[in-house]
């Protein structure tokens, strides 16, 4: 054996071949889909238990941080600067419901009046803005108003470390900065989609009796004897359904964002995407639960 054949010898010994050891993981077919099917899986735990957390540690919330819950409903009612100037949530929820209720209006008295039952205008005012328009628009404009808003300020807390600094002074931050938001959105839902409800009415009426020129006694005698109570009271239950969907997906997002600034907006887009989602679900689950079977529905008004 030459001294060359030796000392290469007794390098390879000591430091290696330099050649890359194979991998340990075997590759397999599908094992890219099946990496991304796990991962998603451990964030849709991740956010089921924070989910939970958060709406376990509401009834704490109000009794820990009542000022801090009342400052939330004035903010996500009003809003804050330019916002509030207009009117904050209330206006441009009240402002999305007005223009749906005059589509059904034009829609609905244009229609009816191809076959002779224009006078049934008033018929699809209370039964379409209850149990359909309103309560979706309310939906989709609470995840765009008052949800993103709390991604944004929570992400912004986040990635300027001051829920570190909550942790640090012994404040739990899940309860003080999401429980708090949850109670608080749901609270001011109900001013909010009121005004909703009520402009919704108000733009059908308008539009089919103003507009059109229809009797106001016509409209009103077919609008009162399809708006049944119960109709508004599930009505109201899904748009406090979908609120408190919203605000426990959009603090999860926001507690939960990382990457800086552009991390935060990132965060923001897809808390909108999934919170319209699940309002979509919970609307469609309500009204299969409550009108799936007989519909509550009578032709004849009784």
């Known amino acids: ?42 964030t849709l735990g991740a956010q089921t238990a924070f989910i939970g957390n958060s709406l376990g540690s509401t009834v704490d919330a109000v009794r820990r941080y009542p000022g801090e819950v009342l400052r939330l409903i004035a ?6 600067g330019a916002l509030a100037v207009i009117g904050g949530t209330v206006v441009i929820v009240g402002f ?72 640090a002074m012994a404040i739990r931050p899940i309860t003080y900065l999401a429980s708090t938001r949850i109670v608080a959105g749901v609270v001011a839902v109900i001013p909010i989609y009121t005004t909703a409800m009520l402009m919704g009415f108000l733009a059908t009426r308008f539009g089919t009796t103003i507009v059109y020129g229809q009797s106001r006694g016509v409209y009103d005698h077919y609008f009162s004897s399809f708006l049944h109570p119960t109709d508004l009271i599930w009505s109201f239950t899904e748009a406090l359904s979908m609120a408190a969907a919203v605000m426990a997906i959009h603090t ?51």
């Open 1 to 42: 054996m030459t001294a060359e054949s030796e000392a290469l010898r007794k390098y390879v010994a000591r430091f290696g071949s330099g050649t890359p050891e194979p991998d340990d993981e075997t590759y397999f077919p599908g094992r890219q889909f099946l990496s991304g099917v796990v991962e998603a899986i451990r």
């Open 75 to 80: 903010v996500l009612g009003m809003g804050t």
């Open 252 to 302: 999860y997002y926001g507690y939960n964002a990382t990457g800086g600034p552009a991390g935060v907006g990132e965060a923001v887009g897809r808390a909108v995407r999934s919170s319209i989602t699940a309002g979509v679900f919970i609307l469609l689950t309500i009204t299969l639960s409550v009108y799936g079977q007989s519909g509550n529905f009578h032709l004849s008004g009784g």
């Open 96 to 167: 999305l419901t007005l223009t749906t209720g005059a589509l059904i209006a034009v829609q609905g008295y244009n229609t009816l009046s191809n076959v002779g039952i224009e006078a049934l205008t008033g018929f699809l005012g209370a039964f379409l803005n209850v149990r359909f328009i309103v309560p979706a628009t309310a939906g989709v404009a609470l995840a765009a108003t008052i949800g993103a808003g709390a991604t944004a300020q929570l992400g912004a807390m986040r990635i300027n470390e001051e829920i570190d600094a909550l942790e």
